[in-house]
C-alpha cells in the first residue's frame, strides 16, 4: 500500500509553492501583449438587457474506426432580465462515416424536431479534426456548427447574444458559420463568448486569467469588473478579449470575447444582472440554465446506446469492440 503519509507532504509541498511577484506578460499568439495593469480594471454597472444563452452537448451512441453515430442538442433561452421568457430545444442523429477516396468524414444529420437548423448532410468535415479524436471528435464538431446555426437562428430576438465558448473558431469550415452570424448582427446587438475555463498563459508559464484576477485582489479592486486590453491585435478572434469578473464574493473570473468591442461594457452589465445564483456565484444564470438544458447526460445515452445496440448486425458490433475494450476493462470491479 502507497505512504500516503509521503504522498501528502509532496502533495502540500508542490501545492504551497510560492505566490509569484511577476506574473510576466499576456503571451497570446500573434499578438503584442499588453503588461498587467491595475489602470486596465473597469467597473460594472449592473443593467438588464434581454439576452439570449446557446449552448449545445452531444454524446457517441456507437462508435467504430470508420463509422460513429452522435446525438447532438441544441439548447438557447431569452431572458428579459432574470426572467426567461422563450426557449428552443433540438435533438439530432448524427451518422458519421469515413470517406478513404475522399480523406473526409461525411455526417448525415437526423432532425429529430424538425427544426431545419442542419442541412441534412455535412460532407466536407475538415481533416484535421484532432487526430487522437478522429470520426468521435465529429460529434463535437457538429455541436459547434450547430451552436452557430441556432446562434443565426435567434439573433433577432434579443438585444446580445451570450455564447459558452469562445467566439475564437478552432477550423476554416466552422469559422464559415460564425461569420455568417457576425454579417448578420445589425447596429446595436452584439455576441459574447464566456469561458469556463481558459488555458492562455502569460510569457511566464501562469494561467492569464488567475495572473488578472490576483492582480485585481493585491489592488483591493472590487468586483462586479472587467479588464482590458490584454493584447494588440488578437487576430484569431472577433471582437477583443478581456478578464471578466461578475460578482464580488465569486472566487472565479472568465475569459471573455466581445463582437463589437464598443459593446463590451454594456453586455458585461447585463451579465451581472444574472450572476448572482448560488449555485455558481459569479457565472451568469442564464448559460448555467442552458447548460443544464443542453446536456445529454451519461444515463440518456446509456439508454439510447442499449436501444441501439439491440439492432446492431453482427459485423457492426465487431467494429464496435475493435474501440471499447478499455470501456469495458474500467467496469470491472
Same mark, same amino acid.
Given at each position: 500500500?502507497?505512504?500516503?503519509?509521503?504522498?501528502?507532504?509532496?502533495?502540500?509541498?508542490?501545492?504551497?509553492?510560492?505566490?509569484?511577484?511577476?506574473?510576466?506578460?499576456?503571451?497570446?499568439?500573434?499578438?503584442?501583449?499588453?503588461?498587467?495593469?491595475?489602470?486596465?480594471?473597469? $467597473?460594472?454597472?449592473?443593467?438588464?438587457?434581454?439576452?439570449?444563452? *446557446?449552448?449545445?452537448?452531444?454524446?457517441?451512441?456507437?462508435?467504430?474506426?470508420?463509422?460513429?453515430?452522435?446525438? *447532438?442538442?441544441?439548447?438557447?433561452?431569452? $431572458?428579459?432580465?432574470?426572467?426567461?421568457?422563450?426557449?428552443?430545444?433540438?435533438?439530432? @442523429?448524427?451518422?458519421?462515416?469515413?470517406?478513404?477516396?475522399?480523406?473526409?468524414?461525411?455526417?448525415?444529420?437526423?432532425?429529430?424536431?424538425?427544426?431545419?437548423?442542419?442541412?441534412?448532410?455535412?460532407?466536407? @468535415?475538415?481533416?484535421?479534426?484532432?487526430?487522437?479524436?478522429?470520426?468521435?471528435?465529429?460529434?463535437?464538431?457538429?455541436?459547434?456548427? #450547430?451552436?452557430?446555426?441556432?446562434?443565426?437562428? @435567434?439573433?433577432? !430576438?434579443?438585444? $446580445?447574444?451570450?455564447?459558452?465558448?469562445?467566439?475564437?473558431?478552432? !477550423?476554416?469550415?466552422? #469559422?464559415?458559420?460564425?461569420?455568417?452570424?457576425?454579417?448578420?448582427?445589425?447596429?446595436?446587438?452584439? @455576441?459574447?463568448?464566456?469561458?469556463?475555463?481558459?488555458?492562455?498563459?502569460?510569457?511566464? #508559464?501562469?494561467?492569464?486569467?488567475?495572473?488578472?484576477?490576483?492582480?485585481?485582489?493585491?489592488?483591493?479592486?472590487?468586483?462586479?469588473?472587467?479588464?482590458?486590453?490584454?493584447?494588440?491585435?488578437?487576430?484569431?478572434?472577433?471582437?477583443?478579449?478581456?478578464?471578466?469578473?461578475?460578482?464580488?464574493?465569486?472566487?472565479?473570473?472568465?475569459?471573455?470575447?466581445?463582437?463589437? !468591442?464598443?459593446?463590451?461594457?454594456?453586455?458585461?452589465?447585463?451579465? *451581472?444582472?444574472?450572476?448572482? /445564483?448560488?449555485? $455558481?456565484?459569479?457565472?451568469?444564470?442564464?448559460?448555467? /440554465?442552458?447548460?443544464?438544458?443542453?446536456?445529454?447526460?451519461?444515463?440518456?445515452?446509456?439508454?439510447?446506446?442499449?436501444?441501439?445496440?439491440?439492432?446492431?448486425?453482427?459485423?457492426? !458490433?465487431?467494429?464496435?469492440?475493435?474501440?471499447?475494450?478499455?470501456?469495458?476493462?474500467?467496469? *470491472?470491479?
Amino acid at each position: 500500500m502507497a505512504d500516503m503519509r509521503g504522498i501528502y507532504g509532496i502533495l502540500r509541498s508542490i501545492a504551497t509553492s510560492a505566490v509569484p511577484e511577476d506574473y510576466g506578460v499576456p503571451a497570446i499568439g500573434g499578438a503584442v501583449p499588453v503588461p498587467i495593469s491595475k489602470s486596465n480594471f473597469k $467597473f460594472i454597472d449592473a443593467i438588464p438587457a434581454r439576452l439570449c444563452f *446557446v449552448d449545445g452537448g452531444n454524446s457517441h451512441l456507437f462508435l467504430a474506426p470508420g463509422h460513429a453515430i452522435h446525438m *447532438v442538442r441544441l439548447y438557447a433561452s431569452l $431572458f428579459d432580465g432574470n426572467t426567461r421568457k422563450k426557449e428552443w430545444r433540438y435533438t439530432y @442523429i448524427i451518422d458519421a462515416r469515413y470517406l478513404p477516396d475522399k480523406n473526409r468524414y461525411r455526417a448525415r444529420i437526423y432532425d429529430i424536431d424538425g427544426s431545419g437548423i442542419y442541412p441534412e448532410e455535412v460532407m466536407y @468535415i475538415p481533416e484535421h479534426i484532432m487526430k487522437d479524436e478522429r470520426i468521435k471528435g465529429v460529434g463535437a464538431y457538429m455541436r459547434r456548427i #450547430g451552436e452557430w446555426l441556432l446562434t443565426k437562428e @435567434i439573433v433577432d !430576438e434579443c438585444e $446580445f447574444i451570450v455564447r459558452d465558448g469562445a467566439l475564437q473558431t478552432g !477550423e476554416k469550415e466552422e #469559422g464559415i458559420y460564425a461569420s455568417a452570424v457576425i454579417a448578420h448582427m445589425r447596429d446595436g446587438k452584439g @455576441i459574447v463568448g464566456l469561458s469556463k475555463t481558459c488555458t492562455l498563459l502569460t510569457d511566464r #508559464g501562469y494561467s492569464l486569467v488567475a495572473a488578472v484576477h490576483h492582480t485585481a485582489e493585491r489592488a483591493g479592486i472590487r468586483a462586479p469588473w472587467y479588464y482590458n486590453p490584454l493584447a494588440r491585435g488578437i487576430d484569431s478572434i472577433y471582437g477583443d478579449m478581456y478578464v471578466v469578473k461578475l460578482h464580488p464574493a465569486s472566487r472565479y473570473a472568465f475569459r471573455a470575447e466581445v463582437y463589437p !468591442e464598443s459593446l463590451a461594457e454594456r453586455i458585461f452589465a447585463a451579465l *451581472v444582472v444574472h450572476s448572482n /445564483d448560488p449555485e $455558481f456565484l459569479g457565472y451568469p444564470y442564464g448559460l448555467l /440554465d442552458a447548460d443544464i438544458h443542453a446536456r445529454i447526460s451519461d444515463e440518456e445515452a446509456k439508454m439510447y446506446r442499449t436501444m441501439l445496440y439491440d439492432y446492431v448486425d453482427e459485423f457492426s !458490433e465487431l467494429e464496435m469492440n475493435t474501440l471499447n475494450a478499455h470501456d469495458i476493462i474500467s467496469e *470491472v470491479r
